[in-house]
């Protein structure tokens, strides 16, 4: 499994992990009962805290995506692949509406704001 984190962004390291198991579910690389890194190997792996890698999982099955079997780990859980991507479009409209509303608050033209959006979606 291959997850990168990026200290610099400001989303929390739990938060990255999270998002990028999702995605690995929703792509199929990750399926219902594939065994997740130990909480001990992810943290050596991306140099981060245990507790880090622990909240993300702990918010996986929070949310339903993993299941944690004491003493042996923690494991994909059966997901909606549907409902996963449209919770992520959901997230990503919100997003798309913040930056939008900054653009207008700086008063730059819809146009403009167009412009940059697929210049961006270009790169």
Known sequence: MHIIINGSLMVPLYEQITDQIKTM??????????????VRTLSKELKIS???????????????????????GTYIAAANAELLLEE???ELEADLEMAIQKGRR??????????????????
């Open 25 to 38: 579910i929703r792509s199929g690389e990750l399926k219902e009962n594939d065994n997740l890194p130990s």
């Open 50 to 72: 245990a507790l880090t890698v622990k909240k993300a999982y702990d918010n996986l099955e929070a949310e339903g995506f993993a299941v944690t079997v004491h003493g042996k």
């Open 88 to 90: 992520q479009k959901k």
């Open 106 to 123: 700086y008063g730059i033209s819809k146009e403009d704001i167009r412009s940059l959006f697929e210049l961006i979606l270009e790169g």
